[in-house]
């Protein structure tokens, strides 16, 4: 361990986190060791995600947000799935037996877990011609045991916003005489959203959950995830009683949690709210342009990127010879190699990146 050294950012290409912003570092450091878990012994971190919610909150629409912390946008999305089965099992006069969850097939494997832990089915459906989910699919799905409709407003492949107001729509008439929830998944997206026309957060639909995380675009520390809702009885549904702490309850599905997510995400969004975002999602939507040029310019196949995501189609020996010259890329589930243009992945960067491209496909 004592030679160990972090992976350094300078080609890694795939991730969806980033370098944290130097003000969240810092906060990171100083809020170490305070646990939110318990909040009545840890008071002032607690304030502190008090903040971070109001701020998620504001960024979203939501101006009496309702939310906390998570560790990522996995747990956000495990709970947004508990809190919609746990509602509808109390409050439908006529609970599901079986509570199923509808998702565009390009939702993020997070929704398997959820589905595998809580005992809720999971339908897939397809998405239409430019990867979002397909309402006619959505609408086919839904059923009288339908707790909950996604939406992904930032797809972790192509970086898609699925049409957030219709599956509001389709959810909340899903039933006879009970209401599914909608959820939109904005891990990635949802620091990027603000600066663009989509329809996607608690304004401009009646969204009743949200994941939105700071520590991916947000340029906060790991960890540091967004849950949002928009009712109070939706973070009460996800409580139990807590015995032995200091705190009567808990709605997070962690128990101790470190602050230096919390604390870092506060100061990353005191710091880049919201001018230093958008002058990121500037430069990284120009980045992403940009090389989404360059590589069609060379003859590939490139699916055009809506978000700073970039995702095209190379043959199998120009992607292992870029992973074996230390590229740290990935492909999407249908084989294409996939760029996310976060802050650490600068002009310079993706310059010698193509320059790799074109010296290993004249090899
Ligand atoms: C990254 C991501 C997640 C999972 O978040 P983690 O922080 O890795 O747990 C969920 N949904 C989407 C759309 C994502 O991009």
């Not at 599901?96 to 809580?118: C, G, I, Q």
Request: charge should be negative; hydrophobic fraction near 45%.
């Amino acid at each position: 361990m004592q030679r160990a050294v972090p992976q350094d950012f300078s080609r890694v290409l795939s991730s969806m986190c980033t370098e944290p912003h130097p003000a969240a570092r810092e906060a990171a450091v100083r809020f170490l060791a305070t646990n939110p878990g318990d909040p009545a012994t840890y008071q002032s971190v607690a304030e502190v995600e008090r903040e971070v919610v109001a701020a998620l909150g504001e960024m979203t629409g939501l101006p009496d947000a309702h939310g906390y912390v998570a560790s990522g946008g996995t747990e956000a999305n495990v709970q947004a799935v508990r809190a919609a089965r746990n509602r509808a099992r109390d409050e439908w006069s006529t609970p599901p037996e079986t509570p199923n969850v509808v998702a565009p097939e390009s939702v993020h494997f997070s929704f398997r877990k959820a589905a595998d832990v809580l005992g809720v089915e999971l339908r897939t459906v397809p998405v239409d011609d430019d990867y979002r989910a397909d309402l006619d699919a959505v609408r086919a799905s839904v059923d009288s045991e339908t707790v909950l409709v996604v939406g992904v407003a930032g797809s972790t492949e192509y970086g898609r916003v699925d049409p957030i107001p219709e599956l509001a729509t389709i959810a909340h008439d899903a039933g006879v005489d009970n209401r599914a929830f909608l959820h939109v998944d904005a891990a990635w997206g949802g620091f990027a959203l603000p600066f663009t026309d989509h329809a996607w957060n608690f304004a401009h639909a009646d969204v009743d959950t949200m994941t939105i995380d700071p520590h991916k675009m947000g340029q906060a520390v790991v960890p540091a995830g967004g849950f949002l809702a928009r009712d109070r009885a939706t973070l009460d549904a996800l409580a139990v009683d807590t015995p032995y702490l200091e705190s009567t309850s808990q709605a997070t599905l962690t128990g101790t949690r470190s602050g230096a997510g919390v604390a870092s995400a506060a100061a990353a969004m005191e710091a880049l709210w919201p001018d230093g975002y958008r002058e990121q999602f500037e430069v990284s939507t120009a980045s992403a342009e940009w090389l989404a040029n360059a590589l069609a310019d060379r003859g590939f196949a490139v699916v055009d990127p809506e978000l700073p995501l970039v995702a095209a189609s190379i043959p199998d020996p120009l992607f292992d010879a870029l992973r074996d010259a230390g590229w740290r890329i990935s492909r999407t589930s249908a084989g294409e190699l996939r760029v996310v243009c976060m802050p650490h992945v600068t002009r310079e960067t993706l310059r010698r990146f193509v320059a790799d491209v074109d010296s290993f496909s004249s090899a």
